[in-house]
């Protein structure tokens, strides 16, 4: 089973500073490689797909890079509606989470 | 508009089966592909497995192979998950999610529903 770990666990960041989280896979899992955004008590939401193509009406502010096992999301000026728990999925072999980044006011 | 809808939440006995339903409407549910995905209170996202209903061909995590079974109804554009010998570990919220035509990246996510195993 390919392992997702994400860091880091919590992120504190200010309304309109920049987040960038990270996440690595166990092997290569290619650019198969997916960020979703949770909020308390709501499904998750796709954000990014393929490393870097965002999801239909996703805003430009958010931004995927990566590739093999090394991946990051960018959050650029982050807004009130961004703090939420984020996780990055492979799914190059099946489907893996990794555990989730909390970004969370500063 | 893709909508899954999923039955209410459960409370059941330890060693028991549990069976959620995900109504899906606004598409195609022939040419979907549904996953389970469960997260226990304060943790992360667990991918369970995927059925393809105009197949009828799933495909289970190796956690879950042998106790999970996920089943779907074309009639009623309906995927089911049973998971059986439940324990106190199984306490969760169980969502099904549609994949894209991309593999295992789900656009699409039902409400989820609360399973709570206790005796």
């Known amino acids: 089973e390919i392992v997702v770990t994400q860091s880091p666990a919590t992120l504190s960041v200010s309304p309109g500073e920049r987040a960038t989280l990270s996440c690595r896979a166990s092997q290569s899992v290619s650019s198969d490689l997916a960020w979703y955004q949770q909020k308390p008590g709501q499904a998750p939401r796709l954000l990014i797909y393929g490393a870097s193509t965002r999801a239909t009406g996703i805003p430009a502010r958010f931004s995927g890079s990566g590739s093999g096992t090394e991946f990051t999301l960018t959050i650029s000026g982050l807004q009130s509606e961004d703090f939420a728990v984020y996780y990055c999925q492979q799914y190059n072999h099946w489907g893996t989470f990794g555990q989730g980044t909390k970004v969370e006011v500063k | 508009q893709v909508q899954l809808v999923q039955s209410g939440a459960e409370v059941k006995k330890p060693g028991s089966s549990v069976k959620v339903s995900c109504k899906t409407s606004?598409?195609?549910?022939?040419?979907?592909?549904i996953s389970w995905v469960r997260q226990a209170p304060g943790q992360g996202l667990e991918w369970m497995g995927r059925i393809i209903p105009i197949l009828g061909i799933p495909n289970y995590a190796q956690k879950f192979q042998g106790r999970v079974t996920m089943t779907a109804d074309k009639s009623t554009s309906t995927a089911y998950m049973e998971l059986s010998s439940l324990t106190s570990d199984d306490t969760a919220v169980y969502y099904c999610?549609?994949?894209?035509?991309?593999?295992?990246?789900?656009?699409?996510w039902g409400q989820g529903t609360l399973v709570t195993v206790s005796s």
């Open positions: 999610a549609r994949e894209t035509s991309g593999g295992l990246i789900f656009d699409y």
């Open positions: 606004g598409g195609t549910f022939s040419s979907y592909v």
